[in-house]
């Protein structure tokens, strides 16, 4: 007879539903009767051992949570500045990666104030009041970033100059390969903290997507302002519309517009322009690096072009994505995929990464400890050490 794991019956219930799963998924992950999972959480039976290792990997909970009186604080929900009615609830993927983004940003911080370091003091440096400019040139200033010439790679361009300044951005899709993070359901999301804020960006959507999540999660950031963001035309528009929308997220895009789309420099670009066709536009978002959609909306704000326009250029734009995503859907499959170990350093944000496994290399932390923390054994450290370092 296989030995039961007498825990806390409610604790089950209180990590299932804290983790979005319903019990029916859990008794199929399980191979177990969906009455069988009731039973555990009302305490009529118990799960055997290895039944609660499962769960507690199912879960993402340590299985000593299990035998707890009480459920312990848990992390407090995120902000959710989504306007869109598609998703009502996080959904576990969601959770879980807010979940795990929040915890490394506890411990990190808590180290870095007991090691005597200083607060960053761009963290809530302006509020809703504070003029788009004033805020687009201190993240430039700040990030020290004095010109605005394209580069080949802007996104890695960006995250460079974003860790630098002690700020973790972590890139990431899925939580397990099994477990995907909807782009729909979330872009990207600001975890702010005095000490280690967090940036998290859902690496599933396109380059110039990113960008634009990347720079808007900085300016919640400079306002202090954690939350998981929404993404709406109207936030950059003027007009009685944009009282629907929250007012965080309206500041977040413009002042975002303004570091991507200067407004001088597009008053420049367009002297050069004589017709303003669709390839046209497609050429000067091109050579910005920054999004078709996001160029027409930024002209529609500085009233270049007339709200028809803008719904005749969305609605082309909109069909040649939907196009590219139907070749891109014919494609073969690559075998093998990306490295697992640049999987986790991106996930973990790089520079996270290489701060633990420095604290671990100089006898700071425990391996167990940053085992835990980079989801990576210490017995595979010499080759995180190898894409980490290259």
């Known amino acids: 007879m296989?030995?039961?794991?007498?825990?806390?019956?409610?604790l089950l219930r209180w990590a299932r539903e804290t983790s979005?799963?319903?019990?029916?998924?859990?008794?199929?992950?399980?191979?177990?009767?969906?009455?069988?999972?009731?039973?555990?959480?009302?305490?009529?039976d118990f799960p055997s051992l290895n039944q609660l290792q499962k769960l507690s990997k199912l879960y993402r909970r340590p299985i000593s949570v299990f035998y707890l009186p009480e459920p312990p604080d848990d992390f407090q929900t995120l902000r959710d500045f989504r306007k869109s009615g598609e998703f009502h609830d996080f959904s576990t993927a969601l959770t879980f990666i807010i979940r795990d983004i929040q915890s490394k940003q506890l411990w990190l911080s808590e180290y870095l104030q007991v090691e005597g370091e200083k607060e960053l003091n761009f963290i809530g440096k302006f509020n809703l009041n504070t003029q788009v400019e004033i805020i687009a040139n201190n993240i430039l200033s700040?990030?020290?970033?004095?010109?605005?010439?394209?580069?080949?790679?802007?996104?890695?361009?960006?995250?460079?100059?974003?860790?630098?300044?002690?700020?973790?951005?972590?890139?990431?899709?899925n939580i397990h390969s099994h477990l995907k993070i909807d782009k729909n359901e979330v872009k990207g999301f600001a975890v702010s903290d005095k000490y280690a804020p967090f940036i998290f960006v859902n690496s599933a959507d396109s380059k110039n997507s990113q960008l634009f999540t990347l720079i808007h999660e900085l300016v919640h950031l400079w306002v202090d302002e954690s939350g998981v963001s929404g993404f709406d035309v109207v936030d950059f528009r003027n007009g009685k519309a944009i009282y629907n929308y929250n007012p965080i997220e309206i500041l977040c895009n413009r002042v975002t517009a303004e570091i991507l789309m200067p407004k001088d420099e597009i008053n420049r670009i367009l002297k050069t322009v004589r017709l303003l066709e669709v390839e046209t536009v497609e050429t000067i978002?091109?050579?910005?690096?920054?999004?078709?959609?996001?160029?027409?909306?930024?002209?529609?704000?500085?009233?270049?072009?007339?709200?028809?326009?803008?719904?005749?250029?969305?609605?082309?734009?909109?069909?040649?994505?939907?196009?590219?995503?139907?070749?891109?859907?014919?494609?073969?499959?690559?075998k093998g995929g990306p490295n697992y170990y640049l999987l986790q350093i991106r996930k973990n944000s790089k520079t996270f990464?290489?701060?633990?496994?420095?604290?671990?290399?100089?006898?700071?932390?425990s391996g167990s400890e940053a085992n835990k923390l980079l989801n990576i054994k210490v017995s595979n450290f010499s080759k995180l050490e190898k894409f980490l370092y290259a």
């Open 353 to 365: 990464t290489s701060n633990v496994y420095g604290y671990y290399k100089s006898g700071k932390i």
């Open 142 to 173: 700040v990030l020290e970033i004095h010109e605005r010439t394209p580069q080949l790679d802007m996104l890695k361009f960006w995250i460079e100059k974003i860790e630098k300044k002690g700020i973790f951005v972590s890139l990431s899709s």
């Open 20 to 44: 979005k799963i319903s019990s029916g998924d859990i008794a199929f992950k399980l191979k177990v009767k969906e009455e069988r999972i009731k039973s555990w959480e009302s305490g009529e």
């Open 285 to 334: 978002a091109k050579n910005i690096k920054v999004s078709s959609f996001a160029l027409i909306v930024r002209l529609l704000n500085l009233e270049v072009i007339s709200n028809e326009q803008f719904v005749n250029y969305r609605n082309i734009f909109n069909e040649k994505f939907e196009e590219y995503l139907e070749r891109q859907k014919k494609k073969p499959k690559s």
């Open 2 to 10: 296989r030995e039961k794991a007498i825990i806390t019956p409610k």
